[in-house]
């Protein structure tokens, strides 16, 4: 199974400010990664797929990158809708998926 | 309108069953693999099981083999997760999900349904 390891476990960020997110695969998953987002109470939305396509609908200040086993999350200048929990996810394995642990962003 | 609606859950004792649905709606849903995730309260992600569009192929994550069962019926658009044996580490809430994927390029889980939970508890 690939493990996948996000950090920090939560993440303080001003409004406005840029926030960078990790994600470490435990061998390589190509570009076959994911990002999500979660308010609470709410189901999970895709943000980011193939490490840096942006999903449907998605805004501009959302950014990934990386291949293999470093990924990154870049949002440029945080919003309030932001501050939410994000998680990474790895379908090199299709139809085998595993998700990180999520990273917790919150408002400073 | 992309929307999947999941049903079916509730509270059931341990070593009981449960069958959860999700009814699809706006889009072409013999086109797509489908998948069950969870989430335990307060806790993270947690990818159940996957169907093929044709309902031919069925993957589990290890902790419900043998006793999780997915199924879809693309005549009712409907996806289902029958759950024999019941533990308590079974509950959370439970999601459906619809993705493409393709041997050109994917994309995992970009509709979700808006869960669903069970509680396992005696």
């Known amino acids: 199974e690939i493990v996948m390891t996000q950090s920090p476990a939560t993440l303080s960020v001003s409004p406005g400010e840029r926030a960078t997110l990790s994600c470490r695969a435990s061998?390589?998953?190509?570009?076959?990664l994911a990002w999500y987002q979660q308010k609470p109470g709410q189901a999970p939305r895709l943000l980011i797929y193939g490490a840096s396509t942006r999903a449907t609908g998605i805004p501009a200040r959302f950014s990934g990158s990386g291949s293999g086993t470093e990924f990154t999350l870049t949002i440029s200048s945080l919003q309030s809708e932001d501050f939410a929990v994000y998680y990474c996810?790895?379908?090199?394995?299709?139809?085998?998926?595993?998700f990180g642990q999520g990273t917790k962003l919150e408002i400073k | 309108e992309v929307q999947l609606v999941e049903s079916g859950g509730g509270l059931v004792q341990p070593g009981g069953s449960l069958r959860l649905s999700c009814a699809a709606s706006?889009?072409?849903?013999?086109?797509?693999?489908m998948s069950w995730v969870r989430q335990a309260p307060g806790k993270g992600l947690e990818w159940v099981a996957n169907?093929?569009?044709?309902?031919?192929?069925?993957y589990y994550v290890d902790s419900v083999k043998g006793r999780f069962t997915i199924s879809r019926d693309n005549a009712k658009n409907s996806l289902y997760l029958q759950m024999n044996s019941l533990r308590a580490e079974d509950t959370a809430v439970y999601y459906c999900?619809?993705?493409?994927?393709?041997?050109?390029?994917?994309?995992?889980?970009?509709?979700w349904g808006q869960g669903t939970l069970v509680t396992v508890s005696s």
């Open positions: 996810q790895q379908y090199n394995n299709w139809p085998s998926v595993t």
């Open positions: 061998q390589s998953v190509s570009s076959n």
């Open positions: 706006g889009f072409t849903f013999s086109s797509y693999w």
């Open positions: 999900a619809r993705s493409s994927i393709y041997s050109y390029g994917s994309i995992p889980f970009d509709y």
């Open positions: 169907i093929k569009q044709d309902g031919s192929e069925k």
